[in-house]
Antibody, heavy 119, light 112 residues
């Protein structure tokens, strides 16, 4: 069974940075595209970023381009999201999710990590 | 961007009743090359991550009870729960993966 465990969230001031991690087990990370999806408190779901199996393709929602960077280390079974220049509107639970086939739906999710941007 | 609009926002139902949730996309999500609708449905219970229920508009994910079914094509889609159980109380989201950026509907809250 696929397991995904996020970490690295917390309280950060506007303009600050955080690095989120997602440790995966139960499947071979290198076989899958992966994504980050976020959910602001009491709101709906928003796709943030995608990365392909070897990290050569990365896609971002317009609102985070130039500020967030998705990366992966298949040898460490880990996915990452570097968040820079954080804004209040980035406050959300960030989920890592598995993409079974390229640009696609999400068939496994972590429990999420909360990022709060506030002074 | 493709805008996904779900209706209703909230749906009160009784145990054992049929629930019908709707999702409309602002553009066609049917790919003519493979005749597949790039549409998925998720269930999210309070304090939990979303759970995949349906993909390709009508394919049930492994382990999902058969009371959940998806239908529709093009721009109009439906998630049907044939006989509501207490554990089905949740928010349901549709998602298109036809074109970038991937987008979700705003959700339908199912209440008993």
């Amino acid at each position: 069974e696929a397991q995904l465990v996020e970490s690295g969230g917390g309280l950060v001031q506007p303009g600050g940075s955080l690095r989120l991690s997602c440790a995966v087990s139960g499947f071979t990370l290198s076989n899958y595209w992966m994504s980050w999806v976020r959910q602001a408190p009491g709101k709906g779901l928003e796709w943030v970023a995608n990365i392909n199996q070897d990290g050569s393709q990365r896609h971002y929602v317009d609102s985070v381009k130039g500020r967030f960077t998705i990366s992966r280390d298949n040898a460490k079974n880990s996915l990452y999201l570097q968040l820079n220049s954080l804004r209040a509107e980035d406050t959300a639970v960030y989920y890592c999710s598995r993409v079974p086939g390229g640009y696609s739906y999400y068939d496994a999710w972590g429990q999420g990590t909360l990022v709060t941007v506030s002074s | 961007d493709i805008v996904m609009t779900q209706s209703p926002d909230s749906l009160p139902v009784s145990l054992g009743e049929r629930a019908t949730l709707n999702c409309k996309s602002s553009q066609n999500v049917l790919h003519t090359s493979n005749n597949k609708n790039y549409l998925a449905w998720y269930q999210q219970k309070p304090g939990q991550p979303p759970k995949l229920l349906i993909y390709w508009a009508s394919t049930r994910e492994s382990g999902v009870p058969d009371r959940f079914s998806g239908s529709g094509s093009g721009t109009d889609f439906t998630l049907t729960i044939s006989s509501l159980q207490a554990e089905d109380v949740a928010v349901y989201y549709c998602q298109q993966y036809y074109s970038a950026p991937i987008t979700f509907g705003q959700g339908t809250r199912l209440d008993i």
